[in-house]
């Protein structure tokens, strides 16, 4: 279970000084000062803000950026690493792996891609190959960031108890006092609990990274499904509320909207219903890999559209075949979940 | 640079990042000590310390056993610590400001409250305490010190540009009444180092620094060192207790420090640091030891950094304070120190001061810039070859 793990720095202050980073940096950045570490350093930055807060305009920027970047700098391996993981956050992972080649064609470190590579593998479904390459960056050098990838690869495939093995040892490790790494591992956690039934579980680590990282959005609308499928809709309206009004993320408009119209609340939930609708249809028109999971689950449930559910649902696991996309295609098929 | 974005762990967390550190006697207030921590590099307005870490000086009394060529301080095991840690901050509007409150640990127990950026900071009988945004007291033409070391010849102009200037910074500034805190010492020399250290029940240390310019250039890959070609020891040089090194790297930072000074010394074209028959630099073990030493009972001197080192090598008592005050000059001093070894005309970077001068009186600092510069975060290639592109690339450089 959950243990307050290593003391780091309070939410807020990691925030505002994530916040100041990227501003600063962009200012810097209007004025073509930055170097090519520091342009790579940037996507990085805008992609973390992107997933904490949940903002989807940041992870474009972020791609956008990546972008720019390798067609300022071609011939630098850490142009195409920064676009890889913008490529792979959208889920176009085969021009990510591409990117990934190229970056080690321009002699990028070899660990260091190997570790991009298992990534998108995973993403992919390919747990076997990124369980090699997660092992063996393990034996080479068991730090915080091997052994939290090593226990991702194991939530993925099922085993959670090797998994929760390896994410204590992960945290046991830890030498720095950003709070950001931490919660992103214990959210991960929380999540893998929760695609294996253990809300308890899932509970536990979710709240363990919002005290960690109260402004931590996705861990935010996890607590709220929890919430829900507990029966506290309440509480999960209360959490959901601000999230969807300020993420331009539609999942958050999907679950509160869902819960609503559960509850007989049909016109607020419609409200956000159609806000979920329009912005799924902006996100599907230019990142339909990224999206056709969670839009899926939009048309199965309070969108109403289950043909345009199973049609996503069968593009995402054409995409990767996961436990989960197989799961939707099931659900959206109108089987219960095997 | 001094030390700023040396460290990888505080690149990601520039609130455990240490700048510089100055240990010096006020100048306003005779008997009293003071101790500056800077953290926080290139901060903006809003910045604040990390409620995760301990900041601390650690002083221990030295005591010079020989002097002479090749001879270091033997540092005591008596720790005269002071230790200030930060809370989480609070929301005192709806406009979305904090407020930060600290507490600092003085050596006799006693504990010192303050509130992050008050001018005022906090008082305890023998000492007073302040932290908060300030101007970052550093000042030296980073571009030539770099090109300096990068191409083996001085590369600096009449007319210097300093590379931290407009930047504000994070300081802490502790000053201690010396009979009161300092009193039951033996003697009048000290030793102090400047930390950041994890707050949780088994504490790493983060970030540590001493002198000027030992991590980044010192110990940097000049391309010197047979020995560890391409390896960047900065990080296992953080995590180092200052007064004892570890076994583990000895051997590396001393045959870093051995090339590396050799280097630096050849610079004017003559060798005013000979090596001893066993090869080492005559310089090296001085630095192994990174930490400040100054003499309490010595009034102060705005331009005695590393005079108590020359002393100590040159086989004579010292005449100053030592230490590091915030106006000195100290990159100029470390390269004639390293250079010319006092046999030589003193070596100028052609940058005398910094944005503004700090103050006579507490909290010493200069307040901060409203709109102070913005630099990048990123952190700072160990290779000085590296650099020198680093700080070109990143617009930083004055040429």
Not at chain 1, 7 to 25: E, Y
Not at chain 1, 61 to 79: E, H, K, T
Not at chain 2, 225 to 243: A, G, H
Request: hydrophobic content about 40%; overall charge negative; charged content about 20%.
């Amino acid at each position: 279970m959950a243990d307050s793990g290593p003391v780091t720095t309070a939410g807020v202050i990691a925030v505002g000084n994530l916040q100041a980073r990227i501003d600063g940096q962009l200012s810097r950045a209007t004025g073509g000062r930055l170097t090519v570490g520091e342009r790579a350093e940037l996507v990085e930055l805008l992609a973390l803000r992107g997933h904490v807060l949940g903002c989807v305009a940041d992870a474009e920027r972020a791609a956008a950026l990546a972008d720019d970047l390798i067609g300022q700098v071609p011939g630098d391996a850490r142009s195409f690493v920064a676009r890889a993981r913008t490529r792979g956050a959208f889920h176009r992972f085969g021009p990510a792996l591409t990117d990934l080649d190229t970056a080690a064609a321009l002699g990028g470190d070899r660990a260091a891609l190997d570790a991009e590579r298992a990534a998108i593998y995973q993403a992919l479904g390919r747990y076997g190959e990124a369980l090699a390459i997660r092992q063996r960056a393990v034996d080479r050098h068991a730090d915080f960031s091997a052994l939290a990838a090593l226990a991702g690869v194991h939530g993925e495939r099922g085993e959670m108890d090797e998994a929760e093995r390896r994410f204590s040892a992960a945290t046991r490790s830890y030498q720095g006092t950003s709070p950001f790494p931490v919660a992103i591992l214990e959210f991960q956690l929380g999540q893998l609990w929760m695609e294996h039934g253990n809300l308890r579980r899932a509970r536990a680590w979710c709240d363990a990274a919002v005290r960690r990282l109260p402004a931590y959005v996705p861990a935010q609308g996890h607590l709220a499904e929890i919430d829900a499928a507990l029966g506290q809709t309440a509480a999960a309206i209360a959490r959901l509320r601000p999230l969807a009004s300020a993420s331009d993320d539609p999942d958050y408009a999907t679950q509160l909207a869902r819960i609503l119209g559960n509850t007989g609340q049909t016109e607020e939930a419609m409200t956000w219903r159609g806000k979920a609708e329009a912005r799924y249809d902006e996100l599907l028109a230019r990142h339909q890999e990224a999206f056709a999971d969670h839009a899926a689950e939009f048309w199965l449930t309070i969108g109403g559209d289950p043909e345009r559910a199973l049609w996503l649902a069968r593009q995402n696991l054409s995409l990767r075949q996961t436990p989960r996309a197989r799961a939707l295609v099931r659900r959206s098929s109108g089987h219960p979940p095997g | 640079m001094s030390d700023h974005n040396n460290s990888p762990r505080g690149v990601a967390e520039p609130a455990i990042d240490i700048g510089d550190a100055y240990v010096f006697p006020s100048p306003s207030r005779p008997g009293q000590l003071v101790l500056v921590m800077t953290v926080f590099p290139n901060a903006q307005p809003g910045a604040l310390f990390s409620d995760a870490a301990r900041y601390q000086f650690r002083i221990r009394p030295v005591t010079i056993p020989a002097s002479g060529p090749g001879s270091r301080f033997e540092v005591g095991t008596d720790e005269y610590n002071i230790t200030c840690t930060f809370a989480a901050p609070v929301t005192t509007d709806g406009a979305g400001n904090f407020a930060q409150e600290g507490t600092c640990t003085l050596p006799n127990g006693a504990t010192v409250s303050f509130r992050v950026n008050d001018e005022h900071g906090g008082e305890a009988p023998g000492a007073r305490v302040f932290a908060g945004l300030r101007m970052d007291p550093l000042f030296n033409d980073s571009t030539g010190y770099v090109e300096t070391l990068a191409t083996r010849q001085l590369a600096f102009q009449e007319n210097g540009t300093n590379g931290a200037d407009g930047w504000d910074i994070l300081g802490i500034v502790v000053e201690l009444d010396v009979a009161t805190m300092l009193g039951r010492a033996p003697g009048t020399l000290f030793a102090v180092a400047a930390e950041t250290v994890t707050a949780g029940k088994f504490p790493v240390r983060l970030d540590r620094f001493g002198r000027a310019f030992v991590k980044g250039q010192m110990l940097g890959e000049l391309g010197a060192d047979t020995v560890n070609r391409d390896l960047d020891l900065r990080e296992l040089w953080n995590q180092e207790d200052p007064f004892q090194l570890a076994p583990n790297y000895l051997g590396a930072y001393r045959a870093r420090l051995n090339a590396n000074l050799a280097v630096m010394d050849g610079i004017d074209g003559k060798t005013d640091w000979p090596l001893q028959p066993d090869g080492t630099h005559p310089l090296t073990e001085l630095y192994l030891g990174d930490y400040q030493v100054v003499d309490v009972a010595k009034p102060y001197t705005e331009d005695s950094y590393l005079e108590i080192e020359l002393a100590l090598l040159q086989d004579r008592a010292h005449a100053t304070c030592g230490g590091r005050s915030l106006n000195d000059d100290a990159g100029d001093t470390n390269l004639t120190f390293v250079i010319t070894g006092g046999n030589g005309p003193r070596i100028s970077d052609g940058v005398d001061q910094a944005t503004v001068r700090a103050s006579d009186s507490f909290p010493y600092l200069a307040p901060p810039n409203p709109s102070p510069a913005v630099a990048g975060r990123i952190l700072a290639p160990s290779k000085v070859a590296d650099q020198l592109a680093f700080l070109q690339q990143a617009g930083l450089a004055s040429r």
